[in-house]
């Protein structure tokens, strides 16, 4: 082969292994911004975590430093926007593959945790609930992923209305499916905000522990994005007043 081949196959190979990255990094509480990393617990790094039995996967891990001690106030039926972007600085400029590549597919995902100190560092042992999913639609063969990099890297989470009110944390989570054909395979992009519910009800939702919500054999842990017409998110049904 060239040596001009070889250098492109190289460059297309790294690209590929990077450019489904993604960062959960900032929240927008009924239409106002709080600020990059404001209220949420920014990873250092765009890597996945992959590894369905490490404790990364609750709310990731190496965080950028300090973390925030903001507790942003939502009511209950209140939406949060949660913002994506290639990297862990946020939006720095034009790049297609903010907030993450078009070609990579998957679903998008959020679990609420009730908490007593939503700035506590210990997420061991939280029992969290799905509040949103947006998987394959059929109609559409548009991803959760999809429209993510449709609305510029941000994804609407209504607050159930009858929730508790309470200190929560609320994990957002982008599935990478391009390499998942088999486990390890699939790439899990995650943080964790900090949020305070206010008024609301007396819901009291069946949880779930991560980890320990994924198993490498759980629906919609292993798919095939080139071929799948259907698709079921990974983790319990969403919950719903």
Not at 73 to 86: D, K, L, M, T
Not at 131 to 141: A, K, R, V, Y
Not at 182 to 211: K, L, R
């Amino acid at each position: 082969m060239q040596p001009s081949f070889l250098k492109l196959v190289s460059l297309l190979l790294a690209a590929s292994s990077v450019s489904a990255r993604t960062v959960f990094s900032a929240i927008t509480v009924n239409g106002v911004e709080e600020g990059h990393g404001v209220a949420v617990r920014v990873p250092t790094s765009n890597a996945p975590i992959t590894d369905l039995t490490s404790s990364d996967i609750i709310c990731n891990t190496d965080f950028i430093q300090p973390v925030s001690d903001v507790v942003a106030s939502v009511p209950a039926g209140g939406v949060i926007a949660a913002e994506f972007h290639h990297t862990s600085a946020g939006y720095v400029g034009p790049d297609p593959a903010d907030p993450l590549d078009p070609t990579d597919k998957g679903p998008v995902l959020a679990y609420l945790a009730a908490v007593p100190d939503a700035t506590q560092t210990d997420v061991s042992g939280l029992e969290w609930f799905k509040i949103f999913e947006e998987g394959l639609n059929p109609s559409t063969h548009q991803w959760g992923s999809d429209l993510l990099f449709i609305n510029a890297g941000y994804v609407n989470i209504t607050i159930p209305s009858c929730l508790k009110a309470g200190q929560y944390l609320l994990r957002v989570e982008d599935i990478s499916l391009a390499d998942a054909t088999s486990y390890p395979g699939a790439q899990f992009y995650m943080s964790c905000a900090q949020i305070e519910v206010t008024g609301g009800g007396d819901a009291a939702p069946e949880t779930v522990s991560f980890p320990g919500a994924y198993t490498s054999t759980s629906p919609g842990i292993t798919a095939n994005i080139y071929s799948d017409t259907t698709y079921s998110p990974p983790g319990p049904a969403v919950f719903t007043c």
